[in-house]
Nanobody, 119 residues
Framework: QVQLVESGGGLVQAGGSLRLSCAAS????????MGWYRQAPGKQRELVAAKGSNGYTNYADSVKGRFTISRDNAKNTVYLQMNSLKPEDTAVYYC?????????????WGQGTQVTVSS
């Protein structure tokens, strides 16, 4: 089994910064993609940023230039540095990992951490 433990959410004023961390434990394959999704009230969950163990990186257009995803493969940990935060970034942020499982993919999610940006 795989567990994801997130930390770093909170309340910040617009223009401020937060750093989220997520540590994965359990049976982690070396080949994987770790990332962050978010879900605001009344909206669907959306990808924020993802980074593969091979270095591939993907960002949502709305966060490009403001957020940076990084990871420590040795620690199975992924980080999300969020700068120039806006009220519209307010959401529950979920850590995610995708790994190969036979001929399929397995997805695991963290419990979520609240990020609130006040105007």
């Amino acid at each position: 089994q795989v567990q994801l433990v997130e930390s770093g959410g909170g309340l910040v004023q617009a223009g401020g910064s937060l750093r989220l961390s997520c540590a994965a434990s359990g049976s982690i394959f070396d080949s994987n993609t770790m990332g962050w999704y978010r879900q605001a009230p009344g909206k669907q969950r959306e990808l924020v940023a993802a980074k593969g163990s091979n270095g591939y990186t993907n960002y949502a257009d709305s966060v490009k230039g403001r957020f940076t995803i990084s990871r420590d493969n040795a620690k199975n940990t992924v980080y999300l540095q969020m700068n120039s935060l806006k009220p519209e970034d307010t959401a529950v942020y979920y850590c995610h990992i995708r790994m190969p499982s036979g001929f399929r993919w397995s997805d695991y999610w963290g419990q979520g951490t609240q990020v609130t940006v006040s105007s």
